[in-house]
């Protein structure tokens, strides 16, 4: 069964049953201060949770976009996902927990077909200091709903030591069958609803856990483990309780929230316990098969490098629909580091060219039956990953070179040698974290921490130094000029001569001044070749990124610029801009932009003497 059939059978399913079908709400939460993503099926739903009356009534249902930016370390195994769909049906103040539990087992033992043999039940085992008490309620309403299909469910409090005591329902506490956007009952803010929950798992069979390689073989096996014998797909949340200053209080209307992974009903369905295995995957799984020439199922490695890739595309895309571009800010952050960590994991699988938009445009295909404006939205959706791939893969190729260099040396990274792939090649401490832990090894974030705070103080005063009467401000129109200044610079000593050198600059968001050390006019052709020449290295997209070096290292690579004793204060240490591989190297104290891509047209303006030796070029972007 496909994805698209579980989630059409759902709606129409909980419809037939008084719910009003509602679509899915943005990945970015409305009125919501308290997170940066839509994380669960409930969280536009807390107003009504919390009392205020739905425009369509008290039942509803759907199916919504979720994304989790705190799984992104757990992706890479059989079950997670940053991003995915979360079936969902609510009661608000109407039916409670007799109806939800009858109606979602009928739903996934009659309508869809599940074996309820292969179903288990946990449930909450209540909590005497917070009075909180253990619901039986439910255990009892589980088991009338297996009777009716032959099986008699025993309940059993849940003891890891035991495991599964012939068990169908476990009694389990707080940390997990307990629902709230906050976690355990102590972690909820005042005013926030929650309750005990009721979760569902599907058991794909013991042979998973006594495989010969698996490292779980010799433990004792329950629902909740992690040895992919089983698979939670469905949660039941009970929302009878509020917190308050002084503990818990009912809720006016008691609410069901239920919330079923799409992706796992359809793995259970299909008796995968392999997510990545579903067909909203297959075509992009069979692109990466053709881009590298083997197979998903050749080993572990790749299904690992494989799942990163399709789920952080995947949630690139459905991000970038919703409004979100990559940076270095808030959700645009999260979107950067998807796209970086798939392009690391597709250079892992030896991909050299560039990829993500032909995956990107596979799962588009995949979604854009149920989900329109991926398709109206594609070429925005391509062109942001584009980007984002060409401006990493640079860093990605020295970052990982230099890190097996560090490594090779000295047999570990430590906390400057992380801050110096960050410095240096613009390699996220977030990756080199990875890349460290898949050797066995923690990065010192304290020591980066250091590190960097001294390379702020240092970029400051180099700044201070620099720029009094330079940059009129840091707006994204000056950085660019900025930037122009550095291959004005290199340009002119190209068609001049090396005897040029900056004597002074000062620039707004609308030029460029520039004065030089050169005796004579510039003639017309002079002026055109240095145009021509800063306009085809705007062209060739070229990166430009900073090194810290001593002095002694920044002449010895060519750098230019001001070598003077006030750098001794500094530690002997300068700050030097590279532009591409050797187009321009300056000592400079920032900012600039990432690519000179971002630049658009160059234009000399005029062209003066400004005294005896040297001239001014005031110039302009557009």
Same mark, same amino acid.
């Given at each position: 069964?496909?994805?698209?059939?579980?989630?059409?059978? =759902?709606?129409?399913?909980?419809?037939?049953?008084?719910?009003?079908?509602?679509?899915?709400?943005?990945?970015?939460?409305? $009125?919501?201060?308290?997170?940066?993503?839509?994380?669960? #099926?409930?969280?536009?739903?807390?107003?009504?949770?919390?009392?205020? +009356?739905?425009?369509?009534?008290?039942?509803?249902?759907? @199916? %919504?976009?979720?994304?989790?930016?705190? *799984?992104?370390?757990?992706?890479?195994?059989?079950?997670?996902?940053?991003?995915?769909?979360?079936?969902?049906?609510?009661?608000?103040?109407?039916?409670?927990?007799? &109806?939800?539990?009858?109606?979602?087992?009928?739903?996934?033992?009659?309508?869809?077909?599940?074996?309820?043999?292969?179903?288990?039940?946990?449930?909450?085992?209540?909590?005497?200091?917070?009075?909180?008490?253990?619901?039986?309620?439910?255990?009892?309403?589980?088991?009338?709903?297996?009777?009716?299909?032959?099986?008699?469910? /025993?309940?059993?409090?849940?003891?890891?030591?035991?495991?599964?005591?012939?068990?169908?329902?476990?009694?389990?506490?707080?940390?997990?069958?307990?629902?709230?956007?906050?976690?355990?009952?102590?972690?909820?803010?005042?005013?926030?609803?929650?309750?005990?929950? @009721? !979760?569902?798992?599907?058991?794909?069979?013991? &042979?998973?856990?006594?495989?010969?390689?698996?490292?779980?073989?010799?433990?004792?096996?329950?629902?909740?483990?992690?040895?992919?014998?089983?698979?939670?797909?469905?949660?039941?949340?009970?929302?009878?309780?509020?917190?308050?200053?002084? #503990?818990? &209080?009912?809720?006016?209307?008691?609410?069901?929230?239920?919330?079923?992974?799409?992706?796992?009903?359809?793995?259970?369905?299909?008796?995968?316990?392999?997510?990545?295995?579903?067909?909203?995957?297959?075509?992009?799984?069979?692109?990466?098969?053709?881009?590298?020439?083997?197979?998903?199922?050749?080993?572990?490695?790749?299904?690992?490098?494989?799942?990163?890739?399709?789920?952080?595309?995947? +949630?690139?895309?459905?991000?970038?629909?919703?409004? /979100?571009?990559?940076? $270095?800010?808030?959700? #645009? =952050?999260?979107?950067?580091?998807?796209?970086?960590?798939?392009?690391?994991?597709?250079?892992?699988?030896?991909? %050299?060219?560039?990829?993500?938009?032909?995956?990107?445009?596979?799962?588009?295909?995949?979604?854009?039956?149920?989900?329109?404006?991926?398709?109206?939205?594609?070429?925005?959706?391509? *062109?942001?990953?584009?980007?984002?791939?060409?401006?990493?893969?640079?860093?990605? @190729?020295?970052?990982?070179?230099?890190?097996?260099?560090?490594?090779?040396?000295?047999?570990?990274?430590?906390?400057?040698?992380?801050?110096?792939?960050?410095?240096?090649?613009?390699?996220?401490? !977030?990756?080199? !974290?990875?890349?460290?832990?898949?050797?066995?090894?923690?990065?010192?974030?304290?020591?980066?921490? &250091?590190?960097?705070?001294?390379?702020?103080?240092? @970029?400051?005063?180099?700044?201070?130094?620099?720029?009094?009467?330079?940059?009129? *401000?840091?707006?994204?129109?000056?950085?660019?000029?900025?930037?122009?200044?550095?291959?004005?610079?290199?340009?002119?000593?190209?068609?001049?001569?090396?005897?040029?050198?900056?004597?002074?600059?000062?620039?707004?968001?609308?030029?460029?001044?520039?004065?030089?050390?050169?005796?004579?006019?510039?003639?017309?052709?002079?002026?055109?070749?240095?145009?021509?020449?800063?306009? !085809?290295?705007?062209?060739?997209?070229?990166?430009?990124?900073?090194?810290?070096? *001593?002095?002694?290292?920044?002449?010895?690579?060519?750098?230019?610029?001001?070598?003077?004793?006030?750098?001794?204060?500094?530690?002997?240490?300068?700050?030097?801009?590279?532009?591409?591989?050797?187009?321009?190297?300056?000592?400079?104290?920032?900012?600039?932009?990432?690519?000179?891509?971002?630049?658009?047209?160059?234009?000399?303006?005029?062209?003066?003497? /400004?005294?005896?030796?040297?001239?001014?070029?005031? +110039?302009?972007?557009?």
């Amino acid at each position: 069964m496909k994805l698209s059939d579980v989630r059409k059978k =759902y709606l129409d399913f909980f419809e037939k049953k008084g719910h009003k079908i509602v679509p899915s709400a943005s990945l970015l939460p409305e $009125n919501d201060p308290t997170t940066l993503f839509t994380g669960s #099926g409930m969280q536009p739903m807390v107003q009504y949770l919390l009392g205020q +009356a739905h425009p369509l009534g008290k039942r509803i249902t759907n @199916s %919504q976009t979720c994304f989790r930016a705190q *799984d992104i370390d757990e992706v890479g195994d059989n079950r997670h996902t940053t991003f995915f769909e979360m079936l969902g049906n609510w009661s608000l103040g109407d039916y409670f927990k007799e &109806e939800q539990i009858g109606w979602i087992f009928e739903f996934l033992t009659k309508e869809i077909r599940l074996d309820p043999n292969k179903l288990f039940v946990t449930v909450f085992r209540g909590n005497e200091s917070l009075g909180i008490p253990r619901d039986s309620e439910s255990v009892e309403l589980w088991k009338k709903a297996f009777a009716e299909v032959g099986i008699d469910a /025993v309940d059993v409090d849940f003891s890891e030591r035991d495991g599964m005591q012939s068990g169908r329902i476990f009694y389990f506490d707080e940390t997990k069958n307990w629902w709230s956007r906050s976690g355990v009952p102590e972690n909820m803010p005042v005013g926030e609803p929650g309750g005990p929950d @009721s !979760e569902m798992f599907w058991d794909f069979g013991e &042979e998973l856990k006594l495989h010969e390689n698996s490292r779980f073989k010799d433990e004792q096996c329950h629902v909740n483990c992690d040895c992919g014998r089983f698979l939670e797909i469905g949660n039941n949340v009970f929302m009878q309780y509020k917190k308050t200053e002084t #503990g818990f &209080e009912a809720l006016p209307n008691k609410n069901v929230d239920f919330g079923g992974g799409l992706e796992r009903i359809t793995a259970a369905i299909n008796n995968t316990p392999d997510i990545f295995l579903i067909d909203a995957f297959d075509q992009a799984r069979k692109e990466i098969e053709s881009i590298i020439g083997k197979k998903y199922n050749d080993n572990d490695d790749f299904k690992f490098n494989f799942r990163v890739i399709l789920d952080h595309i995947r +949630a690139s895309v459905f991000l970038i629909a919703d409004g /979100v571009t990559p940076s $270095n800010k808030d959700q #645009g =952050y999260f979107v950067r580091r998807l796209i970086r960590r798939a392009v690391r994991f597709g250079h892992k699988l030896e991909i %050299q060219d560039f990829f993500c938009s032909q995956i990107a445009q596979s799962l588009i295909d995949a979604y854009k039956n149920n989900y329109p404006k991926l398709e109206k939205q594609t070429k925005i959706i391509l *062109d942001k990953l584009n980007e984002e791939e060409k401006k990493f893969l640079k860093t990605l @190729s020295k970052g990982e070179r230099e890190f097996e260099k560090i490594f090779s040396e000295h047999g570990k990274i430590s906390g400057q040698d992380a801050f110096l792939l960050y410095a240096t090649f613009g390699f996220p401490l !977030e990756l080199t !974290e990875e890349m460290a832990q898949e050797k066995g090894q923690k990065i010192d974030k304290q020591i980066f921490s &250091e590190e960097f705070g001294k390379h702020q103080n240092l @970029s400051r005063a180099g700044s201070t130094e620099k720029f009094i009467g330079g940059l009129a *401000d840091h707006s994204t129109e000056t950085v660019k000029l900025h930037t122009a200044t550095h291959m004005l610079n290199q340009a002119l000593r190209i068609v001049l001569g090396d005897h040029v050198f900056q004597r002074g600059s000062n620039i707004t968001h609308q030029r460029l001044r520039f004065d030089f050390s050169h005796p004579d006019r510039l003639t017309d052709e002079q002026i055109k070749q240095v145009e021509s020449i800063v306009n !085809e290295n705007i062209q060739k997209n070229l990166p430009v990124h900073f090194e810290i070096l *001593d002095l002694e290292t920044a002449k010895q690579k060519g750098a230019i610029g001001v070598f003077d004793d006030k750098y001794a204060q500094l530690g002997g240490k300068i700050k030097v801009y590279f532009i591409g591989e050797s187009f321009s190297k300056e000592v400079c104290g920032g900012p600039h932009v990432e690519n000179t891509g971002e630049l658009g047209r160059f234009k000399i303006q005029k062209e003066e003497s /400004v005294g005896s030796g040297v001239r001014r070029i005031k +110039a302009s972007l557009n």
